[in-house]
Every structure is written in structure tokens, then in C-alpha cells.
């Protein structure tokens, strides 16, 4: 981490007024937040902030306005989930820079907090403007950027701050950043990689940057069945890309190249329909599944030599589940993964950094979640690092 500032190179801020990227994205049904996960994450840094004698602007983005103001999308909604989780009044500022945010500058006291308005009303957001940068800066002293789930994008909050304040990396953004390097950045080897889900064709650059960088790849769910097929597997009628097997081909033989051991299902569940608990369900050898045949996760003894496997690594970085997961009984697989990846981490001889929508989801489902060194709920910009991408939000925090 000595790569970025964080909180602790900070001096005295009394009376300074930070301006905080934060993920403010929050799911929401009929006016109301359903899902408070993304403002705990920030919690820390917005505390830590105010009770050092800052006054804290929170800058976040809300749905997809495109440069207008939207009535619905405005972040004035989500104000009293955000005091409910801090236990602090929060003031709403209607704007993001000029006089209005000036003055309400001069309303705050030391130790305040106020959400600005969706930065996504301004165009000048996602074209990163730098003036729009340069405006929102003028009202404050310094920048932390908390949201790691947005550092994929170069918007004026995410990357152009960085280049106008002096900024530093929060406390959620700190943490996702030491565990990603201890994934895969410098990780302890030797390191696993379990890629499921869908599609191979929504990961291909998840899986071509894994394949040079971990030393058993384990690959799972609907993507499992485009490489069985290129391997001239009949996956009867599961989930499959059959049009991307060269691709699969040419990921498995730069694999080889690099030392990278591919596991795939030898044994599946299968069934003739998808819905829970089928009559058809059966365990079957990949080698036999019969042409009206749907797989829809990996089979038990499959998932038994895969947890072998896990044992020899130090180090686990896993996004997509192994099956339909949430459709019982095709969570069988994840769930027994996840559960012999969690126990490893509670004895300490394994790190286990996980992300993605569906997999957080499916390690709660397994009830592990807590147990992992690490889980990302940042989605796209997990995604983008698994593919060894540089996040411009993160690149603009480095010294
Ligand atoms: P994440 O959101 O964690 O990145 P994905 O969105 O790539 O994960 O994939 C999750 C989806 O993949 C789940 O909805 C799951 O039902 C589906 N899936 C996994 N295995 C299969 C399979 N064998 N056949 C069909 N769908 C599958
Ligand atoms: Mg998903």
C-alpha cells in the first residue's frame, strides 16, 4: 500500500473540508433503500474524517441521469439511509461546486457531513471535464476516493479530482487494495483461481489474464461446458458457446504455455429441465450426457478433487459460481467449494479474495462470506482487475 496515501498521511484537518468519493449506488424499492452494504463500507473513512474536525462532502453517482438533472435519481433520497447508518445528521446540498456548495461550506461546522448531488447530473462527470474537476475542488482542501467500485471509470469524481487535490485512498478503498495485491498482485503461492458463471464470452479477458498469472485455474458453471465442448465433449443442451471454441482452445494452450493447470468437471449434474429438483437430475461423466441433457453444476466428486486441489494453494481469487445456483439442487457445488475455501482461511493457511455480483450473493447463500480474507462487492471494477487491468481511479491515487 505504500503506493498510495491513505488517511494516514494526512495531517491535522481540522476545519479542512474533504471532498469523499463514495458509492452511493444503492439498490432502492419504492423510494426506499433496500440495501445499506455499500454506505458501511464507507462508514469508516466518513467517521474517521469528521472526527478529526473535517467537514466532509460526500460525492457519489445515482443510476444513469446522463448529464441532466433527473427528480428521481437525485441523492437527496438516499440522506436519511445515509444518517441512519452513520448515527450523524447529514446535511443535502443541492450541487456539486459553486456557491450554493460554497456556502453551505460556511454553514458547516467541524465534524459535519453533507451528501452533494448526483455528479452524474453534470456531463462534464463521466467526459471527466477537467473544469468540472477544478469546480467541485474549489469549495475544498483535499480528496479521498472510497469507492473502489467505481475506479473502473474515468469520471471527474473518480480520476480528475486526483489530479487537482492532494488525494488519498479511504479506508474501504485501502482495504480492497491490499487484498487484490495479496491476490494477485504479490500473492503467495501457489494460487488458485475458480472462474464460473454463465458465460465464457462475458470473461474471456478474466480468463486470459488468469491462465499467465495463477498455477491452477479451476473453471466452473455455464463457461465450464464452451471448454468441455471445444475438447470435443457433447454437452447435450447446456449452456454453451460452441462458436467460441477456438477461443476456449487457445486459452487452454496458453495455459499450458505458462504452467497453468486447467481443471475441469470430469463429473456434472445434469437434467433434462432447469427448474428445482427435476425428476430428470442425475450425476453423470461428462463423457455421458445424453443429447436432451442440461448441465447444471459440477458433480460431487468433481468438486471433492477440486477442494484436493485447494488445499496445496495459499492463495484463492474466485469469481463465478460453479453452477445455477440459485436453483436447488445445482448450489450443491458452489456451496461445498466455498465451504472447504472458508475453512482453509479460518486455520490461516489459505488468502481467499472473492467478487462479483452473483458470487458474493452465492457465499452468502453458502453462509462463508464472513469467512473469506476478502470479498468485493465492487462487480465491474473486480472484474476489470481479474482481467489485470490498471483502474484509472486507482492509477490517479499513485505517488
Ligand atoms: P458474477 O456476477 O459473480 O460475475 P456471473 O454473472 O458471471 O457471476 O454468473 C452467474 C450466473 O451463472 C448465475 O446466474 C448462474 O445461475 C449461472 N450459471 C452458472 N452455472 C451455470 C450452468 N451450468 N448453466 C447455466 N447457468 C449457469
Ligand atoms: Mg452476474
Not at 445434469?270 to 443429447?291: D, G, I, M, Y
Not at 478433487?305 to 439442487?329: I, M, Q, Y
Request: net charge negative; glycine share 10%.
Amino acid at each position: 500500500m505504500s503506493a498510495f496515501r491513505t488517511l494516514d498521511d494526512l495531517g491535522d484537518v481540522q476545519d479542512k473540508v474533504a471532498l469523499v468519493r463514495v458509492d452511493l449506488n444503492l439498490p432502492m424499492q419504492d423510494g426506499a433503500v433496500t440495501d445499506d452494504t455499500r454506505i458501511r463500507a464507507s462508514m469508516p473513512t466518513i467517521l474517521e474524517l469528521a472526527d478529526k474536525g473535517a467537514k466532509v462532502l460526500l460525492l457519489a453517482h445515482f443510476g444513469r441521469p446522463k448529464g441532466e438533472r433527473v427528480s428521481t435519481q437525485s441523492l437527496s433520497m438516499v440522506v436519511g439511509a445515509v444518517e441512519s447508518v452513520l448515527g450523524r445528521e447529514v446535511m443535502y446540498v443541492p450541487e456539486v461546486a459553486g456557491d450554493v456548495v460554497k456556502q453551505s461550506v460556511g454553514i458547516l461546522r467541524p465534524g459535519d457531513i453533507a451528501i452533494l448531488e448526483n455528479t452524474r447530473f453534470w456531463q462534464g462527470e463521466e467526459k471527466n471535464d477537467p473544469e468540472l474537476a477544478k469546480a467541485i475542488a474549489a469549495n475544498a482542501d483535499f480528496y479521498v476516493n472510497d469507492a473502489f467500485s467505481a475506479a473502473h471509470r474515468a469520471h471527474a469524481t473518480t480520476e480528475g479530482l486526483a489530479h487537482v487535490l492532494p488525494a488519498y485512498a479511504g479506508r474501504s478503498m485501502q482495504a480492497e487494495l491490499d487484498a487484490l495485491e495479496k491476490a494477485l498482485g504479490n500473492p503467495t503461492r501457489p494460487v488458485a483461481a475458480v472462474v464460473g458463471g454463465a458465460k465464457v464470452s462475458s470473461k474471456l479477458d478474466v480468463l486470459k489474464h488468469l491462465v499467465t498469472q495463477v498455477d491452477h485455474l479451476i473453471i466452473g458453471g455455464g463457461m465450464a461446458n464452451t471448454f468441455l465442448a471445444a475438447r470435443g465433449v457433447n454437452v447435450g443442451k447446456s449452456l454453451c458457446e460452441h462458436d467460441l471454441a477456438s477461443t476456449a482452445e487457445g486459452i487452454l494452450s496458453v495455459a499450458e504455455s505458462a504452467g497453468c493447470t486447467v481443471h475441469l468437471p470430469y463429473e456434472v449434474v445434469v437434467a433434462k429441465e432447469f427448474a428445482a429438483n427435476p425428476a430428470s437430475l442425475r450425476t453423470s461423466n461428462v463423457h455421458e450426457v445424453a443429447e436432451d441433457e442440461m448441465i447444471l453444476d459440477v458433480g460431487p466428486s468433481s468438486v471433492e478433487a477440486l477442494g484436493d486441489v485447494l488445499k496445496t494453494c495459499r492463495t484463492l481469487v474466485w469469481n463465478g459460481p460453479l453452477g445455477a445456483f440459485e436453483t436447488s439442487p445445482f448450489d450443491a457445488a458452489t456451496v461445498a467449494l466455498a465451504r472447504t475455501a472458508a475453512a482453509l482461511s479460518r486455520e490461516g493457511v489459505l488468502t481467499s479474495v472473492a467478487g462479483g455480483g452473483d458470487t458474493v450473493a452465492a457465499l452468502n447463500h453458502a453462509g462463508v462470506a464472513g469467512d473469506f480474507t476478502y470479498i468485493s462487492t465492487a462487480g465491474g471494477a473486480f472484474l476489470e482487475w481479474m482481467e489485470g487491468r490498471e483502474l484509472p481511479g486507482v492509477a490517479a491515487l499513485r505517488q
